[in-house]
């Protein structure tokens, strides 16, 4: 397997399945969205630039989507917290994926890089 493959076939349900459907919402939403292993992570780019990736939160280990030019997407759903680039939108894996979160999310994220 390579390293996007272990990355989800190490993680437990239901933040595998949970993690495995956005991974779908996003690489669906533009056929120009491909997923990249950078930082030991999955990420998400667009025209040669990064968009998203998943981590988790080191505190309550609940997974989250990194969105790379966060700072310049006004969404009521994204947090700030300390990062000055990064926003985040966090997710529980227990509840319904927020599908048009994530779509209006990365709606407006393209929209910046499509911009530039």
């Known amino acids: 397997m ?6 989800y076939f190490d993680l437990e349900e239901p933040r595998r399945g949970c993690l495995l459907a956005i991974r779908e919402v996003i690489k669906a939403f533009h056929p120009e969205i491909i997923e990249v292993w950078k930082y030991g992570s999955p990420f998400f780019s ?43 939108l966090p997710i529980d894996p227990e509840t319904d994926i927020p599908v048009k979160v994530i779509k209006r999310v990365l709606k407006k994220s393209l929209t910046q890089i499509d911009e530039k």
């Not at 025209?47 to 990736?53: E, P």
């Not at 609940?62 to 300390?82: C, H, K, S, T, V």
């Open 46 to 88: 667009y025209r040669g630039k990064l968009v998203c990736y998943f981590w988790k939160d080191k505190k309550t280990k609940q997974p989250y989507i990194g969105f790379l030019r966060g700072y310049l997407i006004d969404d009521d759903a994204l947090i700030a917290g300390n990062r000055t680039m990064v926003k985040i």
């Open 2 to 7: 390579n390293p996007i493959e272990n990355y």
